[in-house]
């Protein structure tokens, strides 16, 4: 059943670009975060929309708020695309097992394998 308006965003441990797991509750009580899921790194909607934070990064993050990227793609992927693109906030892996988080908060495609565009 995917997350519902009005109640506690699902508790979810993905990991990072880096390597590093982060989890939602690292910022539970501490700072808003935007949740952003997308298809996959290295297409053209996708990278434009990363980019967009990227260039207005201080609309988004700052004392109150995160932003969390998080796609189907493997953490090696993320990486790559992370550093060609120069993005810097938490970019985390949904890769396995295979769209979980995404799939909780409603936002995987069933029918194409990979989360959609939900923010």
Known sequence: MPAEIG???PEFTLTSQHGEKVSLSDYRGQKNVVLMFYPFAFTGTCTGELCAIRDRYTDFVNDDSVV???SC??????RVFAEQEGLTHP???DFWPHGTVSREYGAFLEEKGFATRAT
């Open 73 to 78: 793609d493997s953490p090696h992927t993320l």
């Open 91 to 93: 970019m985390l892996s």
């Open 7 to 9: 109640q506690p965003a």
């Open 68 to 70: 969390l990227s998080v």
